[in-house]
């Protein structure tokens, strides 16, 4: 059974830093893209961020220069360094991929405020 599970969210101040990550299991996903999106109070499901297989990055405008996405294989994670967080970053925070359908994490809420 495929999983995906975050972990990392918390409150932070504006300004602040937090590394979230998710953890792939019943399946090596290292063949794979991997995203981070994002769902704030009354809003939809935004890509935040992916990383392919080989490394390479996209991230939306929003969070260029503030967020990195990574991962390592060897432990089937992927993680999202965020800094300078800003309130509108404010969301529940959840990891994608997609194998023989679309898996989801259950989500890590990320709360800025001072």
């Known amino acids: 059974q495929v999983q995906l599970v975050e972990s990392g969210g918390g409150l932070v101040q504006p300004g602040g830093s937090l590394r979230l990550s998710c953890a792939a299991s019943?399946?090596?996903?290292?063949?794979?893209?991997m995203y981070w999106y994002r769902q704030a109070p009354g809003k939809p499901r935004e890509l935040v961020a992916q990383?392919?297989?080989?490394?390479?990055?996209y991230y939306v405008d929003d969070v260029k220069g503030r967020f990195t996405i990574s991962r390592d294989n060897a432990k089937n994670t992927v993680y999202l360094q965020m800094i300078s967080l800003k309130p509108e970053d404010t969301a529940v925070y959840y990891c994608?991929?997609?194998?023989?359908?679309?898996?989801w994490g259950q989500g890590t809420q990320v709360t800025v405020s001072s």
């Open positions: 994608h991929v997609f194998l023989n359908g679309p898996y």
């Open positions: 019943g399946t090596n996903v290292s063949l794979k893209t």
């Open positions: 990383i392919t297989s080989s490394g390479s990055t």
